[in-house]
């Protein structure tokens, strides 16, 4: 099941993990600044999986890139633990769509290297890197190179490189647009493993509404040009173990309340495009 919520504001008692407010983010370019982000506030609390979907060019990539510090809000604040964001931190692991390993260095290297970038000895780092391999399923693969990989497995590793530092919030922007529907079904199931077990906050982007409802404890359906939100929900379906989840009437109605709001998005970003390429 799905019910709306607002996502604006803090909803428990306890302040919240990451927030927003009045958060805006314009490019330069050349026929005048493109507005990615509108001024807008989001709150996520510790231990969420917010699942977060939008039309193509929404500012999706832009709101996970200025919460990882890679780039700076042209308005309004991000705060983490009550904090400002002023970089990326250790605190911070993020997951990309595909490609960010380091292709030199070996399954567990790429591992061990965050942990050995702060400072944690050569042992510790190689057990840290065992016991995470371990936990995405990749016992065995530790000396391999990232080449020698399937695509899934690379993903597994990046996983595991951003749990190294035993971050406290996971950032991942599509970290399974690239793969099959099997290895994507397979891997979404050990990532929702992975969150029961280590109790992390994460922040997902995706463009598949099955994966959203199937992960997230939240999803906030964004807005295009520009991004904001349109919709959030509070969602049940990651709590389920049932195998045949997807074909329930629950899940297809949530799917299709999400679908709509995306399709009449999406048009609307094309006009725009059409008025203003
Ligand atoms: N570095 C940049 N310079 C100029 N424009 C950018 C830059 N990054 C993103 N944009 C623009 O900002 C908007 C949002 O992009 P992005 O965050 O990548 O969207 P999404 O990830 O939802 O597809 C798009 O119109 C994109 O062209
Ligand atoms: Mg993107």
């Known amino acids: 099941m799905i019910k709306p919520v607002s996502l604006d504001v803090p909803r428990g008692h306890a302040p919240p993990k990451l927030q ?5 983010k314009s490019f330069p370019s050349p026929s005048g600044p493109v507005q990615a982000l509108a001024p807008f506030d989001l709150s ?13 060019g929404c500012g999706k990539t832009t709101l996970l890139n200025i919460v990882a510090g890679f780039e700076t809000p042209s308005t309004g604040s991000v705060t983490l633990d009550g904090k400002p964001i002023r970089g990326p931190g250790a ?8 490609g960010a390993l380091f292709n030199w260095m070996s399954v567990q290297e790429n591992v061990a290297f965050g942990p050995r970038a702060c400072g944690v000895s050569v042992a ?16 065995g693969f530790a000396s391999k190179y990232p080449y020698q990989l399937s695509g899934g497995m690379q993903q597994r590793v990046g996983i595991a490189r951003a749990l190294a530092n035993d971050p406290d919030i996971l950032l991942m922007d599509e970290p399974f647009a690239a793969l099959d529907q099997q290895t994507r079904e397979l891997l979404q199931e050990e990532m929702r493993r992975i969150w029961q077990r280590t109790g992390k906050t994460v922040i997902w982007i995706t463009h598949s509404i099955e994966e959203a409802l199937f992960l997230a404890t939240h999803v906030l359906v964004m807005a295009s040009r520009p991004g904001r939100t349109k919709a959030a929900f509070e969602s049940s379906f990651s709590r389920s173990d049932d195998p045949y989840l997807a074909a329930s009437p629950e899940f297809a109605a949530a799917r299709r309340t999400i679908l709509e709001l995306l399709r009449s998005e999406a048009a609307k970003a094309q006009r725009l495009e059409e008025m203003h390429p």
């Open 20 to 24: 927003a407010r009045q958060l805006s």
């Open 44 to 56: 996520v609390d510790k231990g969420d999986f917010l699942c977060v979907v939008g039309p193509s």
């Open 91 to 98: 605190e911070r692991g993020v997951v990309f769509q595909q």
């Open 124 to 139: 510790e780092a190689r057990d840290r890197a065992s016991q995470l391999l371990d936990l995405v399923g990749l016992n």
